[in-house]
Nanobody, 122 residues
Framework: QVQLVESGGGLVQAGGSLRLSCAAS????????MAWFRQAPGKEREFVAR????????YYADSMKGRFTISRDNAKNTVYLQMNSLNAEDTAVYYC???????????????WGQGTQVTVSS
């Protein structure tokens, strides 16, 4: 069992930046692939970014490439999402998730945080 707690969300103006954190507790963090998803009101949950076990490889949804950066610190049991050049379309609840396999599909993720709200004002 892994418990995930996100933080760092908030209200930011368009063009601004936020850094989300996801702290893990429970089983060994380093054995899980980690990802960020988001869900906007009235929309389905969508993949944002993922990172492999040791952090060597990262993958992004096309609309996030060049603006978002996922990273992890296994010593701190934490995964991060640095978000730059934010726009109104980035407004959503952001979730971190843990999986035994590398995937961009939400149903393959075993553990989820409660989410953190990101609101971008235009």
């Amino acid at each position: 069992q892994v418990q995930l707690v996100e933080s760092g969300g908030g209200l930011v103006q368009a063009g601004g930046s936020l850094r989300l954190s996801c702290a893990a507790s429970g089983r060994t963090f380093s054995i899980y692939h980690m990802a960020w998803f988001r869900q906007a009101p009235g929309k389905e949950r969508e993949f944002v970014a993922r990172i492999t076990l040791g952090g060597a490889n990262t993958y992004y949804a096309d609309s996030m490439k060049g603006r978002f950066t996922i990273s992890r610190d296994n010593a701190k049991n934490t995964v991060y999402l640095q978000m730059n050049s934010l726009n109104a379309e980035d407004t959503a609840v952001y979730y971190c998730a843990a999986s035994n396999r590398p995937s961009h599909i939400s149903r393959e993720y075993l553990y989820w945080g409660q989410g953190t709200q990101v609101t971008v004002s235009s």
